[in-house]
């Protein structure tokens, strides 16, 4: 079994007795945004499913990262009309395309020491390869796909809705200094990678 979106301490702490038939993710916006703040921030673009917790949970997503639990780190896209006609849509979940952000909000986390960048890849690509048993996948081998991201460790960029390619064009992100961040954001028009 695969658990898509893990929020709270004690999933956790549950799925940690239980890995020998389970598997779980979380997303960088549960890593990095906690209630009740992100709510007086964001107001209603803060809405998602599951909800953005508060520290203690947050905290206890990062002990699943750092004793194994964790087993991938995930980004949620849908398209801004998902959900039908009338529906009320949750913001993040469903308006943030988070697969421009996650290189650089995972490589701040990483700069700041609350991961290592060996757990940031194996979260990212090998966990996933591992979880899925996806062919030639997840890590630089002979005979492998050399799907790769370059990035530079040094780099610091603000990320602003501006720089957003997507066709939401804002990010729970913006204003947040990055540290790290993909070679290829430095050639973003609107940047302003130093």
């Known amino acids: 079994m695969h658990v898509l979106h893990t929020t709270t301490a004690d999933e956790i702490e549950f799925l940690a007795h239980h890995k020998d ?86 490589l701040t986390h990483v700069a700041e020491g609350r991961l290592t960048l060996e757990r940031f890849i194996d979260l990212t690509s090998a966990g996933a390869q591992r979880i899925f048993n996806i062919a030639g996948k997840g890590r630089m081998a002979v005979g492998w796909d050399a799907d790769l991201t370059l990035v530079d460790l040094k780099a610091r960029r603000t990320i602003r809705h501006a720089d957003m390619a997507t066709r939401v064009g804002w990010t729970p992100f913006d204003g947040m200094e990055s540290k790290g961040c993909r070679c290829d954001d430095h050639s973003r028009p609107s940047g302003d990678a130093r």
């Open 21 to 106: 038939v389970a598997t779980c993710e979380v997303t960088p916006q549960h890593l990095t945004l906690a209630a009740p703040e992100a709510y007086e921030r964001l107001k209603g673009l803060a809405q998602m499913n599951p909800p953005i917790r508060g520290l203690e949970h947050q905290a206890g997503l990062w002990r699943g990262i750092g004793n194994g639990v964790v087993d991938g780190d995930r980004h949620r896209s849908r398209p801004a009309h998902a959900g039908g006609k009338g529906a009320a849509l949750s913001g993040l979940a469903v308006r943030h395309a988070g697969v421009q952000t996650l290189v650089a909000v995972m």
